[in-house]
């Protein structure tokens, strides 16, 4: 792990309203260069998006911080990603709880995001090959659920997948794309509008 530059990259998240100590904590133990090419290793540390292949991207730190900061993550919580790709942020999301559930539509994203779980000693992960519209319902309900990419609406699988009290974390729209907090309260849902983002779409079925 490039240690300076990750140090750089944690005073740089800090700067942006990152302050979740234990969020903070497992970043640091994520080495962000395992999840891109080799080619692009040397811009691991920068807080950018970068592709990963198959028109998906690896989200930008930042996001990935502020995204989880959102779910507000317990050890004992058990949560579903919607959109493995790289698998970096399931990693984080695995040093942070119980265990995460996570579901990717293009297989060999989903396989090569296992081999880095499994060097990387990480066992506190399920993956599937599956479309990301449909949830996991077998493994439900979730304590906390995050998308990432972006659907043009909220998918009403995801939402009934939730528990009670639990949070649902997703950019949505088209063109124009805001990040979503949304909060089960028994039957009502709280939603709250974080801030103006830019994902790629999450795909219905079509799964590769």
Do not use: C
């Not at 028109?55 to 930008?60: E, K, V, Y």
């Not at 639990?166 to 990040?179: C, F, I, M, S, Y």
């Amino acid at each position: 792990m490039k240690i300076g530059l990750m140090k750089e990259l944690l005073v740089q998240l800090r700067q942006q309203g990152i302050h979740d100590e234990r969020l903070l904590d497992a970043l640091a133990l994520v080495p962000r260069e395992r999840f891109v090419d080799e080619a692009l290793s040397h811009k691991a540390y920068d807080n950018i998006p970068l592709p990963i292949g198959h028109g998906q991207t690896i989200s930008q730190p930042y996001i990935v911080a502020k995204m989880t900061a959102l779910l507000s993550v317990k050890p004992t919580d058990h949560i579903l990603e919607i959109g493995t790709g790289s698998g970096y942020q399931t990693a984080v999301l695995a040093h942070l709880a119980e265990h995460v559930y996570s579901v990717e539509r293009v297989k060999s994203l989903q396989w090569t995001a296992k081999r880095r779980f499994k060097l990387l000693d990480l066992h506190n992960i399920s993956t599937r090959h599956g479309d990301g519209w449909e949830g996991w319902l077998s493994k439900g309900p979730f304590d906390g659920i995050i998308v990432t990419a972006a659907p043009s609406e909220i998918p009403s699988l995801l939402l009934s997948q939730l528990k009670d009290g639990g949070r649902l974390v997703l950019p949505v729209g088209d063109k124009d794309q805001a990040l979503k907090l949304i909060t089960r309260r028994g039957n009502d849902y709280h939603t709250n509008v974080i801030e103006k983002v830019r994902f790629v779409p999450l795909i219905a079925g079509d799964l590769s």
